[in-house]
C-alpha cells in the first residue's frame, strides 16, 4: 500500500467516531432546545389558566 492510503486508514477510524459524536452531541444540543421549547410554552399556559381563574 502506498503511505496516502496508509495514512487515510489510520485516520479513518478516528474521523468516524469523531462524526458520531458529532451527531449525538448536536442530537442533544436539539433535544434540549425543543424540551426548553415545551416547557416555556407549558408555563405560559400555565399562567394564562392562572389569571383568567383570578
Known amino acids: 500500500m502506498s503511505l496516502a ?6 485516520l479513518l ?3 468516524g467516531v469523531g462524526f458520531l459524536f ?3 452531541i448536536r442530537s442533544l444540543v436539539q433535544a ?3 424540551e426548553r421549547l415545551a416547557l416555556t ?6 399562567r394564562a389558566g ?3 381563574d383570578s
Open 50 to 52: 392562572q389569571g383568567e
Open 22 to 24: 458529532f451527531i449525538v
Open 5 to 10: 492510503v496508509q495514512i487515510l486508514a489510520g
Open 32 to 34: 434540549d432546545r425543543r
Open 41 to 46: 410554552k407549558l408555563d405560559d399556559a400555565a
Open 13 to 15: 477510524p478516528s474521523v
